[in-house]
């Protein structure tokens, strides 16, 4: 079946049947299917025929499906079955009806929801990529689009293209600049200069998603790609609280740390942050943490 075309009707992928179009990507098709024996429903994710000519393309996408397999944990999006088809590569994901958290931001009534459920969606976010760094996997693009929640405020964690291993010792003395990607509002000033991948950079991106969660904007305003990227190099902005001024002054400096330019000044782990944010209310009428 081809998604660079309208898909409908009784359309088949190996052992699947189309049922809806979820998202369409740049590179890839994310679709709705049922499985024919069991009946079950399950995500797809498909390259498209465009695309799948690219080895590169190619190799990113089945780097994303193996590493889904891999990682099982409750807060990342789960991936089971991967088919390296010759025309359109694709994988099979866990279905978890959801929208993304950049939907929220940018409508009032859904961010006034998710508002009192903050805290545990960050918490879950943090857990999630806690498992991928204890598993030495740097996620690398950590944003609202890249975590998708229900309607019981369940979070998983999705999207690992970008996605690197940790490499120590020798290993890190040798291996090759990596490429200068992500997302510009929240990229690491380390992966800006494309300096060898570390846990911090996601730390710093989870802050900078963190800041733009609790005040519904981001920290950093620019009127170009690279005024961005040299403000995430130069420029501390001014804390959430300048903002909100509901907003609790320990996770003002807590998040305010995240986003160091110096790696070795922000928490060193995710477990840290989860330590200190397990203690810290998000805004002041929020209840007391452990009296929920």
Known sequence: MSTDTHVGGEEKIGNYKYVRTLLNGQNSTVMEVVQDNTGKRFAMKQMLSSRAENKD???????????????????????YDFVRDRHQPYFVMEYFPSQHLRLALGKRDLYEQIKPKLHRIITQAAAGLAYMHDRGWV?????????????????????????LKVKFGLAKMFASKPPCAGTHSYMSPEQIRQLPVALTADI?????????????????????????????????PSPPTAHNKEITQEFSDLVMKMIKKKPADRPQSLHEFMSLFSRARIYKTDPMPGSE
Do not use: W
Not at 218 to 227: I, L
């Open 139 to 163: 996620h690398r693009d950590i944003k609202p689009e890249n975590m998708i929640y229900n309607k019981t405020a369940e979070l998983r964690v999705i999207d690992y293209a970008l996605a």
């Open 204 to 236: 710093y991106s989870f802050g900078i998603t963190c800041y733009e969660l609790a005040c519904g904007r981001q920290p950093f305003r620019a009127n170009s790609a690279n005024e961005l990227l040299n403000k995430h190099l130069t420029e501390m």
């Open 57 to 79: 393309e190619r190799k990113i996408f089945e780097l994303e499906a193996k590493l889904g397999m891999e990682l099982r944990h409750p807060n990342l999006i789960r991936v």
